[in-house]
T-cell receptor
Framework: GIQVEQSPPDLILQEGANSTLRCNFSDSVNNLQWFHQNPWGQLINLFYIPSGTKQNGRLSATTVATERYSLLYISSSQTTDSGVYFCAVEGGSYIPTFGRGTSLIVHP | NAGVMQNPRHLVRRRGQEARLRCSPMKGHSHVYWYRQLPEEGLKFMVYLQKENIIDESGMPKERFSAEFPKEGPSILRIQQVVRGDSAAYFC????????????FGPGTRLTVT
């Protein structure tokens, strides 16, 4: 099946800093989503982005499908951004595969 | 517009008991996925269902686990004779279609087996 790798596995930031999270995948995809799992465990949809670039406030994402990667940008980070960020992809089947996530801690 | 609902949010079972987890998809969504998340890990696909049909259960353990999505009512994930290794967070997601559609997740059910 399709392999998904996320980097870095852990990230510690000071409030106000910017960061880039990366998701590499091993095959062409029909779907790619970014999620934020907050400290209470809730999974929040950030972006549905099989290709191209999208922005939502301080967050933006870019997927370059031909090169098999996606990037999530967080600007002016806040403590509420803390949590785990997951990338999930669908390849040739409808079975989504999740990466292991990037754990982000933002200090005040 | 209610999101995906799961209940119970927390479930404690003794070894050997049965666990029943419920998932009500978003209004208008007829596709449901179940995932399991172990501590410090990502989500692992278990089963994909449409109304009254199991489409893909390749991620489901062969024994003790079953899932259904009846014509009326929520989707149910059933775990019989639970063991300590079943302790995990179980999430369901719904979407309006199959391949290529955005999935929306419920809050999860945290199962603890004592």
């Amino acid at each position: 099946g399709i392999q998904v790798e996320q980097s870095p596995p852990d990230l510690i930031l000071q409030e106000g800093a910017n960061s880039t999270l990366r998701c590499n995948f091993s095959d062409s995809v029909n779907n790619l989503q970014w999620f934020h799992q907050n400290p209470w465990g809730q999974l929040i949809n950030l972006f549905y982005i099989p290709s191209g670039t999208k922005q939502n406030g301080r967050l933006s994402a870019t997927t370059v499908a031909t090169e098999r990667y996606s990037l999530l940008y967080i600007s002016s980070s806040q403590t509420t951004d803390s949590g785990v960020y997951f990338c999930a992809v669908e390849g040739g089947s409808y079975i989504p595969t999740f990466g292991r996530g990037t754990s982000l801690i933002v200090h005040p | 517009n209610a999101g995906v609902m799961q209940n119970p949010r927390h479930l404690v079972r003794r070894r050997g008991q049965e666990a029943r987890l419920r998932c009500s998809p978003m209004k208008g969504h007829s596709h449901v996925y179940w995932y399991r998340q172990l501590p410090e890990e990502g989500l692992k696909f278990m089963v994909y269902l449409q109304k009254e049909n199991i489409i893909d259960e390749s991620g489901m353990p062969k024994e003790r686990f079953s899932a259904e999505f009846p014509k009326e009512g929520p989707s149910i994930l059933r775990i019989q004779q639970v063991v300590r290794g079943d302790s995990a967070a179980y999430f369901c997601a719904s979407s309006p279609g199959g391949i290529g559609h955005e999935q929306y997740f419920g809050p999860g059910t945290r199962l603890t087996v004592t």
